[in-house]
């Protein structure tokens, strides 16, 4: 089961699995104030979180085949680590030519089990608050 912490307003949750070409290669969860302007726009906040043992990538392969270079400036890549994971993550800002900011984790547990890729949506300063309390929340329980 994935959880993590986010703000109250993010009420809309979508459990579908994350697949890739049509394949179901692990878990997810989706969580926003509106699912669709999140999926759509760069002006809505929210998280995606996603897990899987079906993907043969390192960290550093799987940041880079998720690139916004079209809509985002890129920052610097940028070392993670918690009591649970290690790993790196990408900042993106000024997406759609807003001031939105997207953030990408890939991390992974020590035992290198499964990898997590978690996409953050930040809109407003308070969605940096958001940010500091997924990456200090999310958890794959096994």
């Known amino acids: 089961m994935l959880t993590l912490d986010v703000p109250a307003e ?3 949750v979508d459990g579908s699995a994350w697949e890739s070409d049509g394949q179901v290669i692990g878990l997810s969860v989706t ?3 509106n699912l669709n302007d999140f999926y759509n726009t760069w002006g809505t906040p929210g ?12 960290v550093d392969e799987l940041l880079d085949a998720f ?3 079209s809509d985002c400036t890129p920052n610097e890549r940028t070392e993670y680590s918690d009591a649970v994971y290690a790993g790196k993550y990408d900042v993106w800002t000024n997406c759609g030519g807003t001031g939105t900011l997207l953030v990408v984790l890939v991390a992974e547990p020590s035992d290198q089990s499964y990898l997590a890729l978690i996409t953050v949506q930040v809109v407003t300063d308070a969605g ?5 309390t997924i990456f200090n ?6």
């Open 10 to 12: 993010w009420s809309e």
């Open 128 to 132: 940096l608050d958001a940010l500091d």
């Open 137 to 142: 929340t999310f958890i794959l329980s096994q």
């Open 47 to 58: 998280v995606t979180f996603n897990t899987t043992d079906q993907l043969d990538f390192t």
């Open 67 to 69: 690139d916004f270079s």
């Open 31 to 33: 969580a926003a104030p």
